[in-house]
């Protein structure tokens, strides 16, 4: 079975100061791994993706996340946050099948000036 | 870039109206989805489908059905509204072949039954 744990709901930061939100993962397959970013009445954008190359993932604005398999985790970091990325952030894990994505419940990030 | 477009951003219905969102995706993709958002339960898929006329039951089709007549378009349809189908809706595409490709998804449809 798969699954997807978002270990925090909600995460305060100070700008400028660095930013981590925690994901956890089960998957029965080697799994796809993915970051998205929801801002306020807007669908979701993808930030960054895992799919089996590099573990270290750079995505866009500056996040990146490392795949660590031992672990079963694909926590997003960004050294330095940006009232900009103040929104809800979405760990999803796809299998081989291609047509399942499963979601975490989101992690709601606050930066506070 | 994908563009996955959404008819309409908001949308106010009243209860008993049948009612029609519409998807269209630029990029080809096989697989479309629709998924209802809501404070406090995350995403929940209602329907997918991964080729045209195909569909498959997410985990809560009750009260929608969907249609696939050409494949970069997907409509959800809500037979009778209720007030508890107010919610956020996204749609979402995706390639079907491999489970690397990820979704992409529309700006959604904030619907509101009175």
């Known amino acids: 079975a798969q699954s997807v744990t978002q270990l925090d709901s909600h995460v305060s930061v100070s700008e400028g100061t660095p930013v981590l939100l925690r994901c956890n993962y089960s998957?029965?397959?080697?799994?796809?791994l993915f970051w998205y970013v929801q801002h306020p009445n807007k669908g979701l954008q993808l930030l960054l993706k895992?799919?089996?190359?590099?573990?270290l993932v750079k995505g866009i604005n500056g996040f990146e996340a490392e795949f660590k398999k031992s672990e079963t985790s694909f926590h997003l970091t960004k050294p330095s946050a940006h009232m900009s990325d103040a929104a809800e952030y979405f760990c999803?894990?796809?299998?081989?099948?291609?047509?399942?994505?499963?979601f975490g419940t989101g992690t709601s990030l606050t930066v506070i000036p | 870039d994908v563009k996955v477009t959404q008819s309409s951003r908001y949308l106010v219905k009243r209860t008993g109206e049948k009612v029609f969102l519409e998807c269209v995706q630029d990029?080809?993709?096989?697989?479309m989805f629709w998924y209802r958002q809501d404070p406090g339960l995350g995403l929940r898929l209602i329907y997918f489908?991964?080729?045209?006329?195909?569909?498959e039951k997410g985990d809560i089709p009750e009260g929608y059905s969907v249609s696939r007549e050409k494949k970069e378009r997907f409509s959800l349809i809500l037979e009778s509204a209720s007030t508890n189908q107010t919610s956020m809706y996204l749609c979402?595409?995706?390639?079907?072949?491999?489970?690397?490709?990820?979704?992409?998804f529309g700006d959604g449809t904030r619907l509101s039954i009175l």
């Open positions: 979402a595409s995706s390639f079907r072949t491999t489970h690397n490709q990820p979704q992409h």
């Open positions: 998957s029965s397959y080697s799994p796809s």
């Open positions: 895992y799919t089996s190359a590099a573990t």
């Open positions: 999803v894990v796809s299998v081989y099948t291609g047509n399942q994505f499963y």
């Open positions: 990029m080809d993709h096989e697989n």
């Open positions: 489908s991964y080729d045209v006329k195909m569909k």
